[in-house]
């Protein structure tokens, strides 16, 4: 029941930037760290950047670190994910989800995926 719709990805050059948002229809995630993952063609989901509750801690998987930046507004129920310098191994789709520890990295805690939004990076 918890709905989750991803928006913002396109086409862009190597080097390039995008910014992705997440819009989810709990106002009971507000209380819950959230974070992004994706996912490329033949190859698994992957943790990408984590945000907490209050906003005021963030982690990201090494790959992104200096690249990516994680935020959220929490009386919009939005959390998003400003993309600079972007390569084409960036080139998946990206989700958004609950971030919760299950091991070294984080992994999505809720069930329900939202559709996800593509990001092409060309080379």
């Known amino acids: 029941q918890v709905q989750l719709v991803e928006s913002g990805g396109g086409l862009v050059q190597a080097g390039g930037s995008l910014n992705l948002s997440c819009v989810f229809s709990e106002r009971t995630l507000s209380n819950r760290a959230m974070g992004w993952f994706r996912q490329a063609p033949g190859q698994e989901r992957e943790f990408v950047a984590s945000?907490?509750?209050?906003?005021?801690?963030?982690y990201y998987a090494d790959f992104v670190k200096g690249r990516f930046t994680i935020s959220r507004d929490v009386a919009e129920n939005t959390v998003y994910l400003q993309m600079s310098n972007l390569k084409p191994e960036d080139t998946a789709v990206y989700y958004c989800?609950?971030?919760?520890?299950?091991?070294?990295?984080?992994?999505?805690?809720?069930?329900?995926w939202g559709p996800g939004t593509l990001v092409t990076v060309s080379s």
């Open positions: 945000i907490s509750a209050t906003g005021d801690s963030t």
């Open positions: 989800n609950t971030a919760i520890w299950r091991g070294g990295t984080p992994a999505g805690g809720l069930d329900a």
